[in-house]
T-cell receptor, first 115, second 112 residues
């Protein structure tokens, strides 16, 4: 299993500002994943963060809007840049563990509201 | 493209009732299927993981089954309790290195 600490747990931000979300894992993991969950919807993968290389972004998500850092095997940050009300969502980090990296564990999420 | 559907979208039951949540997926060539629980405004908690070679997994009052050929999984909750109230999501992984595809969840309310 994995214990993931994510912060902040929630924030209310003004349009045009940026917010950085931090995710700390209690063990070393190869990949960390960042998801977005818009109100009333399911989870959508934003990007996969590998230590020592650029993050891999999914269709519809770009690095300028969601820059990601992965300085080591236990930590990652996601920044939501130049925010608009449409960015109001829950943002979640997750990792895979298990012998074949088959089980997914999530942080507690960051509930973001943009005014 | 894999699509995951969960029915019903919402369910309200009295305490003590046994219930079944459904998850269907369009591509039966999956690697595993995972059921999660999400409390309002929170992250996801993994409940059960079923590998593609397995038919079911059990944990306490929860039992998840998998029928790959028909593209279906069910989550059975026995003797439901108000503390079971949450949104339940299923997610399918197609290969060992691929991303998960999530359903939209079933919002469960168990009334005392």
């Amino acid at each position: 299993s994995a214990v993931i600490s994510q912060k902040p747990s929630r924030d209310i931000c003004q349009r045009g500002t940026s917010l950085t979300i931090q995710c700390q894992v209690d063990s070393q993991v190869t990949m960390m994943f960042w998801y977005r969950q818009q109100p009333g919807q399911s989870l959508t993968l934003i990007a996969t963060a590998n230590q020592g290389s650029e993050a891999t972004y999914e269709s519809g998500f770009v690095i300028d809007k969601f820059p990601i850092s992965r300085p080591n095997l236990t930590f990652s940050t996601l920044t939501v840049s130049n925010m608009s009300p449409e960015d109001s969502s829950i943002y979640l980090c997750s990792v895979e563990t298990g012998r074949f990296q088959e089980k997914l564990f999530f942080g507690s999420g960051t509930q973001l509201s943009v005014l | 493209k894999q699509e995951v559907t969960q029915i019903p979208a919402a369910l309200s039951v009295p305490e003590g009732e046994n219930l079944v949540l459904n998850c269907s997926f369009t591509d039966s060539a999956i690697y595993n299927l995972q059921w999660f629980r999400q409390d309002p405004g929170k992250g996801l908690t993994s409940l059960l993981l079923i590998q593609s070679s397995q038919r079911e997994q059990t944990s306490g009052r929860l039992n998840a089954s998998l029928d790959k050929s028909s593209g279906r999984s069910t989550l059975y909750i026995a003797a439901s309790q108000p503390g079971d109230s949450a949104t339940y999501l299923c997610a399918v992984k197609e290969t060992s290195g691929s991303r998960l595809t999530f359903g939209e969840g079933t919002q469960l309310t168990v009334n005392p």
